[in-house]
């Protein structure tokens, strides 16, 4: 790799408001703002909106769509498309 050009690397923690849960990773992304960790460092923090502690389809609460009940009703409607 060339040097100098290429950000920054280091720890970093991501922080998700809505679920209440962080954590500790690397990264380029930067912020101004910092926390103190659990091992008493302070590193810079990025508040997301959404992680996996909080998307539905990780926590399990993610809806279903009946695909198929929608095409069989959307036939008996309108009828079979004819080939």
């Not at 910092?34 to 809806?63: C, K, L, M, Q």
Request: charged share 30%; net charge positive.
């Amino acid at each position: 790799m060339k040097p100098g050009i290429h950000p920054a690397y280091g720890p970093v923690v991501f922080r998700d408001r809505a679920a209440d849960y962080a954590f500790l990773t690397r990264s380029t992304a930067t912020s101004e703002k910092t926390v103190e960790w659990e091992d008493g460092n302070t590193y810079p923090v990025i508040d997301v909106e959404i992680s996996s502690a909080s998307h539905p389809f990780y926590t399990g609460t993610a809806r279903v769509l009946d695909t198929a009940g929608r095409v069989e009703r959307f036939e008996r409607r309108y009828g079979k498309r004819a080939r």
